[in-house]
């Protein structure tokens, strides 16, 4: 199935583990620009002459007076000097610079690999996608922040933001599944593969976590109700219902979006123990056990993350980002679950 030597598709998969992690090291830092307050200090969407930050005193100024005219300098950064500025405006740049790295990272040998005839047969389309679909998350970006330019808003929509983040892990799902299809030559999975549902439901529900804790990071939903493992005093907070109509609750409401953050987490530990408990000597064991030791870390760093529960503060966000971090192991080693319950070739 494979044009080529062993040492072409060694060649694939190392291009694709690299982009991989650029994929995984811009998720955070995104974490860090929304942590740090800066993902609105950009106010105009530049492709191309954006690739450069200001490079004169008077350039600095004028994007600071840019930035000036936005609802968030006024409602969080009134007193702001140019040297403030210039901080953020430094995560929100690298942000968008690693955008277009991770762009030409993907784009440029896979036009080479193609040139050279490399890639799998009749399955070049299909290293299309992630191609397509880093120029649409290039788009989305944007569409993002300028949701936060608007008026009356000193946020981005959480909407958008979760649109966002989500796109990302799709990104990186893809990657990673065209990385061990490549390795196995796009061999077919057994009919009867083991666990194959059970594990493909745990990958979806931590996609669909990652997905609850963009609305979280959106609406600063962390921020309230830090005690665990009630809230305030109540298992379900009291304010959960209080928005009409009933689904806005799950989206907008502060209350009803950490507690379904709170539940779900408890519904992928479960659900993860019986998969560990169904795996316990076979040849999932050791990924299986693998995931759970994750997992509790990221259940472990979550809570200590909503204890400490101050915005802005050093230890809050280093333990946000490492939460963050960890989501990414935690995602990366389902797939990899969900991949060996199918194939165990590789």
């Known amino acids: 199935m494979i044009t080529g030597s062993t040492s072409s598709k060694n060649a694939i998969s190392l291009w694709l583990l690299i982009v991989m992690l650029l994929v995984a090291a811009i998720i955070v830092v995104g974490g860090a620009t929304r942590l740090t307050n800066s993902g609105l200090s950009i106010t105009e969407w530049a492709p191309i002459t954006g690739a450069l930050p200001p490079l004169s005193t008077e350039a600095w100024l004028a994007e600071f007076e840019k930035y000036k005219l936005?609802?968030?300098?006024?409602?969080?950064?009134?007193?702001?000097?140019?040297?403030?500025?210039?901080?953020?405006?430094?995560?929100?740049?690298?942000?968008?610079?690693?955008?277009?790295?991770?762009?030409?990272?993907?784009?440029?040998?896979?036009?080479?690999?193609?040139?050279?005839?490399?890639?799998?047969?009749?399955?070049?389309?299909?290293?299309?996608?992630?191609?397509?679909?880093?120029?649409?998350?290039?788009?989305?970006?944007?569409?993002?922040?300028?949701?936060?330019?608007?008026?009356?808003?000193?946020?981005?929509?959480?909407?958008?933001?979760?649109?966002?983040?989500?796109?990302?892990?799709?990104?990186?799902?893809?990657?990673?599944?065209?990385?061990?299809?490549?390795?196995?030559?796009?061999?077919?999975?057994?009919?009867?593969?083991?666990?194959?549902?059970?594990?493909?439901?745990?990958?979806?529900?931590?996609?669909?976590?990652?997905?609850?804790?963009?609305?979280?990071?959106?609406?600063?939903?962390?921020?309230?109700?830090?005690?665990?493992?009630?809230?305030?005093?109540?298992?379900?907070?009291?304010?959960?219902?209080?928005?009409?109509?009933?689904?806005?609750?799950l989206f907008e409401n502060t209350p009803a979006i950490q507690f379904n953050h709170r539940m779900l987490a408890y519904i992928i530990l479960a659900w993860a123990i019986w998969v560990w408990v169904k795996a316990r000597g076979t040849y999932l064991q050791g990924i299986a056990t693998m995931f759970m030791v994750i997992l509790l870390w990221q259940v472990v760093l979550g809570i200590v993350t909503l204890l400490t529960g101050v915005e802005n503060d050093a230890l809050h966000i280093g333990l946000a980002l490492g939460h963050q971090f960890s989501s990414i192991l935690v995602f990366v080693i389902a797939l990899g679950l969900f991949w060996k319950s199918r194939h165990f070739i590789r």
């Open 70 to 249: 936005i609802p968030e300098f006024e409602a969080e950064h009134p007193d702001m000097d140019l040297a403030g500025f210039k901080f953020i405006y430094f995560w929100e740049w690298a942000h968008r610079q690693l955008g277009r790295f991770i762009g030409l990272a993907y784009v440029v040998p896979l036009l080479i690999f193609a040139i050279r005839k490399k890639l799998p047969e009749d399955k070049g389309l299909l290293f299309l996608i992630p191609a397509v679909l880093i120029g649409c998350q290039g788009a989305i970006g944007w569409w993002m922040v300028h949701s936060g330019l608007q008026e009356g808003m000193v946020n981005v929509s959480q909407y958008r933001l979760a649109t966002h983040l989500g796109m990302a892990f799709i990104i990186l799902a893809i990657l990673y599944w065209l990385r061990k299809s490549t390795l196995n030559e796009f061999r077919r999975p057994p009919e009867n593969a083991f666990l194959m549902k059970r594990t493909g439901i745990l990958a979806g529900l931590v996609y669909l976590q990652i997905i609850a804790g963009a609305f979280v990071a959106g609406t600063k939903s962390g921020l309230s109700y830090n005690t665990w493992p009630l809230m305030d005093g109540s298992f379900i907070p009291s304010g959960y219902f209080v928005q009409t109509p009933m689904w806005r609750n």
